[in-house]
């Protein structure tokens, strides 16, 4: 089994990833009427959730889920175990017992993990407790998305 991926890679890797599907969700969101009333100065916070709370919020929670679990699974089940973020820093996913790429069924439970808490409920939360979970784990730095999958981050070779 290769070295572990390092935590800074990792979170920087992330951040890439997220990013990347990010960028083009927030123009999406646009035609869905997410930014509805947000910046107007007469809307109470009573107005603002209104607005954001109908069929065109919900549709684009479902798109949002959708981009990001898709995004994971496909890229880790068919790139070699990795995402553009991971490739950029040089790490895999890969499974923890024989060190092979995951299956779809693996990369799928790995991208639920990851990502349905933090765009449901816990945008802010989830992600820090990964960050906990992966920097305290032992021996393996995994994150509950890592468990959950029974995968780990290795450093890919070049």
Known sequence: M?????TGKRVLARFL??????????VLGIPFGVYA??????????????????????????????AY???DTYMTAKQNGQTVGKRLMGMRVAMLNDGSV??????LIR????????LICCACLWPLLLLIMIIFD????????????????VSAAR
Not at 2 to 6: A, F, K, S
Not at 102 to 107: D, E, H, L, N
Not at 138 to 153: M, R, S, W
């Open 138 to 153: 032992k021996p393996y730095k995994q994150g509950l998305h890592d468990k959950a999958a029974k995968t780990v981050v």
């Open 17 to 26: 990833d997220w990013l990347l599907i990010f960028v083009p969700l927030a």
């Open 37 to 66: 009333r947000v910046g107007d100065d007469n809307a109470d916070l009573s107005d603002v959730w209104a607005a954001n709370n109908d069929g065109g919020q919900w549709a684009f929670q479902l798109i949002s889920i959708a």
């Open 111 to 118: 991208a639920l993990v990851l990502w349905l808490p933090a």
């Open 69 to 71: 679990v898709g995004y």
């Open 2 to 6: 290769p070295p572990l991926g390092d």
């Open 102 to 107: 995951p299956p779809v069924s693996a990369a």
